[in-house]
């Protein structure tokens, strides 16, 4: 057992040796930013990974997706879901566009593309569905809905780096894909994130726009802003990648190690990859439904009580929070609602051992009467 709390999250780090080797170079070259050899080196070396020609490295996944928005041009509205973190939706709404929610599938919380056609109408330029928990939306659907329209798709992949759908990255779908690699994902950079594009023709915006929208030693054509991804961080992605598929691989034990435990409890609704998926194991939310005896809330303050710190995540609904209440109606999407108030996200890390998530799992099951 840990000594001290166990956190919903740990982030990775490659051996300290192996870091230092990798920014020794800066104190030769004194590159600090401004898309540097490491930034370069970072770039290509995703490319290979993530098998896509197109990407551009950003400070966090925030300033890629309202970066790719503005790029694009897109006007008018956007169809998203309520169940996700805040920036999905404050990226769309900063851009200048308005978003319309749709409910989400009761199974994987993903985006219901069933329910996406009749949100649609002349305003409508883009959809933003969210891989929610690493959860790959119904790709398929939502590229012939958008193609029946004539209508850019942008994922919002924040939780979704590392995961293939029969071989093909989450990077691969729609015309655009954004990745986050904050310290509290799977991959991390620090903080960080990247866009994947299909237009290769975006690139040189892409770049420039992160770059104040300089165009030239004197010449400055837009009002970009100040994105780019420095060096140290570039080099914890090159080290961190080279360690992916054992975090990937460590963090698949913890998942079988809950769903043992919790997989046939009454109450207890678990997500399960799909065939066909090579899950990241990035979350791993629990829905308590009635069955189970007792409520999301009640299950939160027993473990806290054991200082395990678990997520209500993702809760509220980005359509209840101060900023959003007033414009949209939470009850016009019920099941992200239902939802919202009754899932946990138990901690979930590379190093979470055995006997810690027995404990969880102990202390979760408690609690039902």
């Not at 008018?76 to 999905?88: D, E, L, M, N, R």
């Not at 691989?249 to 190690?257: D, H, I, L, Y």
């Amino acid at each position: 057992m840990a000594e001290g709390p166990i956190l919903v999250t740990r982030s990775s780090l490659p051996p300290f040796d192996e870091y230092v080797q990798e920014i020794s170079s800066l104190w030769e070259s004194h590159w600090l930013t401004n898309m540097g050899e490491k930034h370069h080196e970072f770039e290509a070396r995703l490319r290979e990974y993530l098998g896509i020609e197109n990407i551009a490295l950003f400070t966090n996944g925030h300033n890629a997706l309202e970066c790719v928005i503005e790029a694009m041009g897109l006007k008018g509205k956007v169809i998203t879901t309520p169940y996700t973190f805040a920036s999905t939706t404050h990226a769309i709404v900063r851009k200048g566009l308005e978003p319309r929610f749709v409910d989400v599938k009761s199974d994987d919380y993903t985006i219901d593309p069933d329910l996406i056609e009749d949100a649609i109408d002349d305003d409508v330029c883009a959809i933003v569905p969210v891989h929610v928990y690493g959860n790959l939306c119904d790709v398929d659907a939502i590229q012939r809905i958008a193609d029946r329209h004539g209508i850019k798709v942008i994922y919002d992949a924040a939780h979704a780096f590392g995961v293939f759908r029969d071989g093909v990255s989450s990077a691969s779908f729609g015309d655009a894909s954004m990745f986050s690699f904050h310290a509290t994902k799977v991959f991390n950079t620090i903080e960080g994130g990247a866009v994947c594009f299909k237009d290769a023709s975006l690139k040189v915006l892409l770049d420039q726009w992160k770059n104040f929208g300089i165009t030239g030693p004197t010449d400055v054509e837009y009002v970009g802003g100040n994105a780019k991804m420095n060096e140290f961080c570039a080099a914890m992605g090159l080290c961190n990648l080279r360690h992916l598929n054992e975090e990937i691989g460590k963090r698949k034990a913890v998942a079988e190690r809950y769903w043992s435990n919790l997989s046939d409890e009454r109450g207890v609704k678990l997500c399960f990859p799909r065939d066909g998926i090579t899950p990241n194991y990035a979350y791993f939310p629990v829905v308590f439904e009635d069955a189970f005896g007792a409520n999301r809330d009640e299950v939160f303050d027993a473990l806290k009580k054991e200082s395990v710190f678990a997520r209500k995540y993702f809760y509220p609904l980005v359509s209840d929070f101060a900023c959003y209440r007033d414009k949209y109606d939470s009850s016009k999407t019920p099941v992200a609602a239902d939802v919202a108030r009754r899932v946990l996200t138990l901690p979930m890390y590379a190093d979470l051992s055995f006997d810690e998530v027995d404990h969880i799992c102990k202390t979760v099951l408690s609690v039902r009467r």
